[in-house]
Antibody, heavy 120, light 107 residues
């Protein structure tokens, strides 16, 4: 069974840092681009960041550019999101997802999410 | 970024009803359109990709159509487990943006 399991969320003060992890199983992790999405409490889904299958290419949304860094360790089947200079606007559930790119691009599976709370 | 607009934002319906949700892109996205279902406290679940292809394991009462800028998700006969929030997502250009969601509630 394909599975993604996020961890690393928690309570952090404004200006603080946190590193999220996403461990993959049930598929060849190194063959797929991976993405992070987030969802603020009671709000819709927002795109955060992507990394290519080999880690050579990355992209981050303008809202997190320069503060968040996506990376991966294919030997550990793990995706990361380093989040620095956190603000209350970053408070959300963060999801990782696998990209499938064939005749189009879609995302499946998704992890269960990890909650990031930014508060003093 | 491509803007995605869903309508309606919320919808009340009864078990057995036929329901249609629409999604409009701010520019042509070909068929790079996905639909997700999300239940409270859970991750999004892929229903349909490339506008009309049903994800494996998704009931056939779900269907999608459209291309270019206008898309629809139809549920032919609502079941109790279908009451949830539905999101469209364009995957034509990064960032892959979402519609604001349609909350489907029991009448």
């Amino acid at each position: 069974e394909m599975q993604l399991v996020e961890s690393g969320g928690g309570l952090v003060q404004p200006g603080g840092s946190l590193r999220l992890s996403c461990v993959a199983s049930g598929f060849t992790f190194s063959s797929y681009a991976m993405h992070w999405f987030r969802q603020a409490p009671g709000k819709g889904l927002e795109y955060v960041s992507l990394i290519s299958h080999n880690g050579e290419s990355t992209y981050s949304a303008d809202s997190v550019k320069g503060r968040f860094t996506i990376s991966r360790d294919n030997s550990k089947n793990t995706l990361y999101l380093q989040m620095d200079s956190l603000s209350t606007e970053d408070m959300a559930v963060y999801y990782c997802a696998r990209e499938i790119y064939l005749s189009g691009r879609w995302f499946d599976p998704w992890g269960q999410g990890t909650l990031v709370t930014v508060s003093s | 970024d491509i803007q995605m607009t869903q309508s309606p934002s919320s919808l009340s319906a009864s078990v057995g009803d036929r329901v249609t949700i629409t999604c409009r892109a701010s520019q042509s996205i070909s068929s790079y359109l996905n639909w997700y279902q999300q239940k409270p406290g859970k991750a999004p679940n892929l229903l349909i990709y490339t506008a009309s292809t049903l994800q494996s394991g998704v009931p056939s009462r779900f269907s999608g159509s459209g291309s270019g800028t206008d898309f629809t998700l139809t549920i032919s006969s609502l079941q109790p487990e279908d009451f949830a929030t539905y999101y469209c997502q364009q995957s034509y250009i990064i960032p892959c943006t979402f519609g604001q969601g349609t909350r489907l509630e029991i009448k």
